[in-house]
């Protein structure tokens, strides 16, 4: 028996993404068995120096500095987009024309008529045996995963509330600097595209039903920043003295929608909840149970069946560390628990099968782009002020 051909990665990105992805490309055909064999070709990053010593780092081949280099070699299967949202659409549509496969940081775009050509790219790439897969890694969260199965199961009933919140507190201080996350070029958003396209993803995968309509508000609280540069040293002056420049996205959003299931949502997205630092939670509220997750406890899930006997009936906490439980078996015995990392190495593994079955991995592109409609729908509800009913001044 001839032993499959191995799949050639080039990742364009050497920073927080790059390395989380890295890291999943190195360990996922270590930990689980995988029809072809992931092989770490070379990674792409503007600086030069910083992106030898990531390939050194992390274990690629081969380091260079412009991805139109790579896109179309004959020697790589498969492009993984760690850039920021505003280069996404123009290395996707390279990529799928050139007929590699596709793995896409989230969110897909930083508008809906990108995300629409690219979802477009991928159909057309699918007809040929070419997959493109849009990385909200949460759903490779075994808790998640698990949410979704208990849900598909039909174990809540009819879905009434979709409650998903995702906090963070990184740029609370007024005296952050000013990064590309913040500026609307590059990032498309802010709270809104970075964290909350993961709660709309997950809500709308758990629930299998899609939002239809928002009503949004968007705040930015600190409307300028200190602009650090590169290095991100600040020379021996006090932050103070630093110049500052205007940030032009969202630092948090707040929306309620409605699903086409019926179901009622109510959405928060900040990165200003001062001591939440990843809390990444979605609660569902159906006729017959509820299930309520957070990611600053990612190893858990609650679960609540309303056909417990009565007496008995509460919240019960499942450990989702069991060989039962989605992506365990390849894992640690029971209790030992997973973190962050290992979402990416679960995204990497139902790549890597999706592409030897030719199908199937999900989130798609089309997923992406219904995401990427929701967060202009909330855009455009809160940029339009008379959407929001004044409450009568007190006579
Ligand atoms: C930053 O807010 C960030 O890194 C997001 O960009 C990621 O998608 C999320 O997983 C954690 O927070």
Redesign the pocket.
């Known amino acids: 028996m001839s032993t499959p051909a191995p799949l050639r990665v080039a990742l364009i990105g050497t920073a927080?993404?790059g390395r989380a992805h890295s890291q999943a490309w190195r360990v996922a055909p270590r930990m689980f068995e995988l029809p072809r064999e992931p092989e770490m070709a070379v990674i792409v990053g503007r600086d030069p120096e910083r992106t030898e010593a990531t390939a050194r780092q992390q274990g690629w081949r081969e380091a260079v500095t412009d991805w139109r280099d790579v896109v179309e070699r004959d020697d790589i299967d498969v492009i993984d987009i760690c850039t920021p949202g505003d280069s996404h659409a123009e290395i996707a549509l390279a990529a799928l024309a050139a007929g590699k496969h596709v793995l896409c940081e989230?969110p897909l775009a930083n508008t809906v008529a990108e995300a629409e050509l690219m979802a477009a790219a991928a159909r057309d790439a699918a007809e040929l045996g070419v997959l493109a897969m849009c990385g909200f890694?949460?759903r490779r969260t075994p808790a998640i995963a698990l949410m979704q199965r208990i849900v598909a199961e039909g174990r809540l009933g009819e879905i009434r509330h979709v409650r998903a919140q995702y906090l963070?507190d990184?740029i609370s201080d007024p005296d952050a600097p000013l990064t590309w996350?913040l500026d609307k070029e590059k990032a498309g958003s802010g709270a809104l595209g970075?964290?909350g396209a993961?709660i709309i993803d997950t809500s709308q995968w758990v629930s299998a039903s899609v939002i239809t309509a928002v009503s949004a508000q968007l705040r930015t609280f600190v409307p300028t920043r200190p602009v650090l540069g590169e290095s991100s040293g600040l020379g021996g002056r006090g932050v103070e003295d630093q110049p500052r420049g205007p940030v032009t996205v969202d630092d948090a959003a707040a929306w309620t929608a409605t699903f086409d299931n019926g179901a009622l949502g109510v959405f928060e997205a900040t990165?200003m909840a001062l001591g939440r630092l990843?809390a990444n939670r979605v609660e569902i509220n159906g006729s017959t149970g509820s299930i309520a997750f957070d990611f600053e406890r990612m190893n858990e899930l609650e679960f609540y069946d309303a056909a417990d006997e009565a007496g008995l009936q509460g919240f019960r906490r499942i450990q989702v560390t069991e060989p039962e439980h989605p992506y365990l078996d390849a894992w640690w015995p029971a209790g030992h628990g997973l973190g962050?990392e290992h979402t990416f190495v679960h995204e990497v593994v139902d790549l890597v099968r999706g592409i030897a079955a030719g199908g199937g991995t999900h989130p798609t592109f089309d997923d992406a782009a219904q995401v990427q409609r929701v967060l202009a729908a909330v855009e455009a509800s809160a940029g339009d002020e008379s959407r929001l009913t004044q409450v009568e001044a007190a006579r």
């Open positions: 927080f993404m989230k890694s949460y963070q990184w996350r970075d964290i993961h990165r990843n962050y």
